[in-house]
């Protein structure tokens, strides 16, 4: 029998795992097609010994099934080996593989990407869900439209009766350091409001980008690449960090909105409603005034893509260079004039550009050297924000979500049911008889 980490293994008679897409302290997801639609899918499957995230999320797609700009959940179950599996509407990339590419977004990608989640996120908040973390890799583009993903921690605010429940604190932290809101480092219960602060953090480092230096100086997320002693202590030094910046420090020489955006947000209590329409047309109208249109066109859309200054660079020295050299082929008088002017020969001059140049190029070739270590930085920063994020998911007080502990405990029945028709399958000639 095939490992469940490995492809080519059939899930319920109908998916075969094609190859692995990512893997996860939480499990594995694959890219598999579906036999019976012939259409891929995305497949994840949970670690034997992390038993709750997956669960949590079939539960609250359930939940969000129908709600546009939410993966569709085609189908979930228990594998072979009793591990939860979960298959749902395969998308194209996260935004944060094309930040990679791309070092930062210009203001109408950020803009338009923003329009959508801020909608999304609406329609996700009135169904009485708080997504809980946000972050580029969480937000997904498909078809020129912009989806929210992995619902692992993500929480139901209101029961049944559409009754927010009561603020509390002396929570766990939940969430990503980099993006997570004030209140999650404060240890207290997430709401509505924290999902919209972590997407103007996410924002501000599209939009700023990733380590560019300027000058010398950063420009992206003030508490970026933070490092404590272990994750507790990032975690709070990233915090009070947070909390000690005032929404006109953090946003920078952004467009004056992100500032009121965030004023706003941060004005906003633990069950306050927030007003999605004010800050959806206070970003309408810093599109409209900046010329910009809701068109679905993307940086990674545009169909050339824009040249960078280092090319830019690169092209005016070989103009210069092929100008010095048509200069050299240029009659013998005009040198023989220079010399009697003692004016410096064409190649004295094309052998002092050449110097000058090929300084440049050193100086280039430092740049480069010095932007892999940066993002080596980064990616050594990005790992650890990603390990942060498997840390405390959950407080005990989640554990006892009424809801969520009845749908365990029905899971537990169907997990047991399973595990005995396992038992009558691996032996045909034994029949439970009734006593």
């Not at 700009?69 to 085609?74: E, N, Y």
């Not at 338009?112 to 999304?120: E, G, K, M, P, R």
Request: proline fraction near 3%; charged fraction near 25%; glycine fraction near 4%.
């Amino acid at each position: 029998m095939n490992s469940p980490n490995t492809p080519n293994q059939i899930i319920n008679n109908q998916f075969a795992l094609k190859k692995k897409l990512l893997a996860g302290s939480y499990g594995i997801v694959f890219e598999a097609e579906d036999l019976f639609k012939k259409q891929m899918v995305a497949v994840k499957i949970e670690k034997k010994e992390k038993n709750t995230t997956l669960d949590r999320e079939i539960h609250i797609l359930t939940r969000l099934q129908g709600t546009q700009g939410v993966p569709k959940l085609i189908w979930s179950g228990i594998n072979n080996n009793s591990t939860n599996v979960l298959v749902q509407q395969l998308l194209t990339k996260d935004i944060g593989v094309y930040l990679q590419e791309y070092r930062k977004f210009s203001l109408k990608t950020v803009l338009i990407i923003t329009d959508y989640l801020l909608q999304v996120i609406r329609r996700i908040h009135n169904k009485s869900v708080v997504h809980r973390d946000l972050k580029p890799e969480n937000i997904m583009y498909h078809q020129k439209q912009i989806y929210i993903v992995d619902f692992g921690i993500s929480k139901l605010y209101r029961d049944n009766n559409l009754k927010h429940i009561q603020f509390k604190e002396g929570r766990s932290f939940v969430g990503t350091t980099r993006y997570a809101s004030i209140a999650a480092h404060k240890g207290q219960e997430l709401g509505r409001k924290d999902d919209l602060e972590s997407l103007i953090y996410i924002d501000i480092l599209l939009l700023k980008g990733l380590y560019q230096l300027i000058y010398l100086e950063q420009r992206t997320l003030p508490w970026q690449n933070m490092l404590g002693q272990n994750n507790k202590e990032r975690q709070k030094q990233v915090g009070e960090k947070k909390m000690k910046m005032t929404p006109t420090e953090i946003c920078g020489d952004l467009p004056i909105e992100f500032q009121k955006a965030l004023d706003y947000i941060r004005s906003l209590q633990y069950q306050s409603d927030p007003d999605y329409d004010y800050l959806i047309q206070l970003f309408r109208k810093l599109a409209q005034s900046r010329k910009i249109e809701y068109d679905d066109i993307y940086d990674w859309t545009q169909q050339t893509k824009q040249t960078t200054p280092d090319n830019q660079q690169q092209e005016i020295a070989i103009k210069q260079i092929a100008s010095l050299q048509q200069f050299e082929r240029s009659p013998r008088t005009m040198q023989n004039k220079c010399q009697s002017l003692k004016v410096a020969s064409t190649q004295d001059v094309f052998q002092d550009r050449k110097k000058s140049l090929q300084n440049n190029l050193q100086l280039n070739f430092q740049q480069n050297q010095l932007n892999r270590s940066i993002q080596n930085t980064y990616v050594l920063s990005q790992i650890a924000n990603d390990y942060d994020s498997k840390q405390d998911y959950f407080s005990q007080d989640d554990v006892s979500d009424t809801l969520f502990q009845r749908y365990t405990q029905l899971k537990s029945q169907i997990l047991q049911i399973h595990h005995l028709q396992n038992i009558e399958n691996q032996n045909p000639n034994n029949k439970i008889c009734a006593s």
